[in-house]
Nanobody
């Protein structure tokens, strides 16, 4: 059983920064691909960033150069550093672990507003 718990969301002004964290339980963390997804109102859930067990990362074009995904296997935690936030980054952000199946966190709200 894998449980994912996100934290770090909140309200931030445009141009600001936030760091999301996702703490995982279970033994698959070090071999799973860990990702961050987001879903804005009225839109489909989309991949924001992902980190494979080998250390490769990929990002949505809309966040390249602004967001950074990282992971600490010893702490079983994955992070999403979000800089230069824009209004359109407002969404619920979900942590995902993929190993044979997909596991999801409960989501954390990020609101970018002046």
């Amino acid at each position: 059983q894998v449980q994912l718990v996100e934290s770090g969301g909140g309200l931030v002004q445009p141009g600001g920064s936030l760091r999301l964290s996702c703490a995982a339980s279970g033994s698959i963390f070090s071999i799973a691909t860990m990702g961050w997804y987001r879903q804005a109102p009225g839109k489909q859930r989309e991949l924001v960033a992902a980190s494979t067990s080998s250390g490769s990362t990929n990002y949505a074009d809309s966040v390249k150069g602004r967001f950074t995904i990282s992971r600490d296997n010893a702490k079983r935690t994955v992070y999403l550093q979000m800089d230069s936030l824009k209004f359109e980054d407002t969404a619920i952000y979900y942590c995902n672990a993929h190993w044979q199946w997909d596991y999801w966190g409960q989501g954390t709200q990020v609101t970018v507003s002046s």
